[in-house]
Every structure is written in structure tokens, then in C-alpha cells.
């Protein structure tokens, strides 16, 4: 959710549909879980002390984390917004404890953090600093004020210049930026990092964040991933860099799903 192999506009493989589509999409080969089933008979005198989230393995399915800690998987699937068939995927993240409220707990983390400032781009402790003369490519993104994703602020992505527009005719299913080795990627939203991994070689490295009113955004082809999986985002937040793992070209591919469906990125970004 190879993208790109001979040329800018050909058009992506139908595995980032999938891997979009079941709100934090699996990667065929990064080990999906089959369907979950029934929980087995539980065993009071077995069960481990549920943890507040557990990290899944592979191996793992649904119904197995749950009867581990003598939990209901339909209640799991439920705090974790996994729609049946219950698939999960390796290095997901995923809640065994319930607050108060799962969403009102989510939107908090991610509200209560400081406003993002026009001129001050926040980045994650330990993230290299962008050279002095990588000034251009690090511009302060330009926030929108799109009433489609109201409480959600938007940048762009990438300051590179747009070599292919979405496009669902020809496939592509997002906009791709080009650019430099190592120029900035940064979060298009506040929000979760549900995958950084490799695991599906042509989409080279690839993140997926997950945000509040049903959005995941895509980040694939990077050379350096700064984020993991689990880490809270803040919109502008520099994620990783820009390369050409899993493609022939130096790019940027972004993707935007509205409750699992591929949307325009350009309806939510702001506009130049």
C-alpha cells in the first residue's frame, strides 16, 4: 500500500491496495495471520499478565494473543479497529488493555502535543539534522486547512516536485514526489507508525502511519527510516529520507486512504 521499476508513471502493484485496504493493511510477505478463529479452551492457571501492548511475532494470530492472556479477540480486534477476518501482520502493535476509551485515549496522545509552528519543523530525538545547505528541500511545510480532515493537520510530504499524480485509470494510487537521496520525508499528519520495515522488497522501505477519522498515509522507496513501529507522530515530523529502495528511481511514493479507500493526496494536502 514494484511501484515504480522502469519509468515515474507506471503504475503501482495491487499489493499496497491490500496492504491499505484492511485499515492497517497487511504485507503478504512480511507473514499474515489467517483468519482468526475460535479462542482455545481457556486454562485460568496458564494465563501470562496481559501486557499493555504486544507486539506481534511471527506465527501469531489474533485468536493466539488473546487466549495467551485470557482475553476475549473480538474485544482485542475491537480496541485495535481490526475488522474480521482479524488479520495482523509481524511488528504490528497492537492494545490488550482497554482505557477508558481506545479512540479518546489515541486522539489525546496525539492532540496533546505542542502545535506545530509554520517556521519550527519538530523532529525525533536522535534524527539527524538536515544540512545548512539542504535549506530549500527543508522549507517549512505549508499547513492545510482542508474541512475534509477536520482535526487533522496536513503537510506535504515531500518539497520535491511531483512526477506523478493520482490517478486511478492508470493504477497509481497516490502522488509521487522525485527528489535527492536523503532529502526529508516528513509525516503528512499526526499520528501512529503502525509498519516501518522492508518486508515487501519492490516498495523497498516502507511506513505506514495510522491517523484519527479513518486516514493511513503510505511512505514507500526511502533510504533511511528514523521512525518504528509503536513511536506517536507529529505532523511535519521528518520520518526518514528519500532513496530508491525497492524502485530504479530516487522517489517518494505517498498514499492516503479514507477508511480503507485511496483517496487524491491533493484533497487534504495544502496547496502551494
Known sequence: MSLVSQSHLKAAPAGLIKLLFLSVAAVSTIILSGCASKPLVNNTARYAA??????????????????????????????????SPYRIYVGQSIRLKNSASRRA??????????????????????????????????AAPVISSNTQSTNLRWVKPSAGAVIARFNLANNIKGTRYGGNVG????????????????????YGNLI?????NGYITAYAHNSKM??????????????AEMGSS??????????????????????????N
Open 50 to 83: 496481559a501486557p499493555d501492548f504486544y507486539t506481534v511475532r511471527s506465527g501469531d494470530t489474533l485468536s493466539g494473543i488473546a487466549g495467551r492472556y485470557g482475553l476475549s479477540y473480538i474485544s482485542v480486534a475491537e480496541m485495535n479497529d481490526i475488522a
Open 105 to 138: 485515549a489515541s486522539t489525546q496522545a496525539m492532540t496533546q502535543t505542542a502545535p506545530i509552528q509554520r517556521q519550527t519543523i519538530p523532529l525525533p530525538q536522535n534524527a539527524p539534522v538536515a544540512p545548512a545547505v539542504a535549506a530549500p528541500a527543508a
Open 226 to 239: 528514523i521512525v518504528k513501529s509503536g513511536e506517536n507522530v507529529q505532523a511535519g515530523q521528518k520520518i
Open 183 to 202: 532529502d526529508p520525508i516528513l509525516a503528512a499528519a499526526d499520528g501512529q507508525v503502525v509498519y516501518a520495515a522492508d518486508g515487501l522488497k519492490e
Open 246 to 271: 525497492g524502485t530504479s528511481s530516487t522517489m517518494l511514493e505517498f498514499q492516503v486512504r479514507l477508511d480503507g479507500k485511496p483517496i487524491n493526496p491533493e484533497t487534504v494536502l495544502p496547496v
Open 208 to 212: 505506514l502511519l495510522k491517523h484519527i
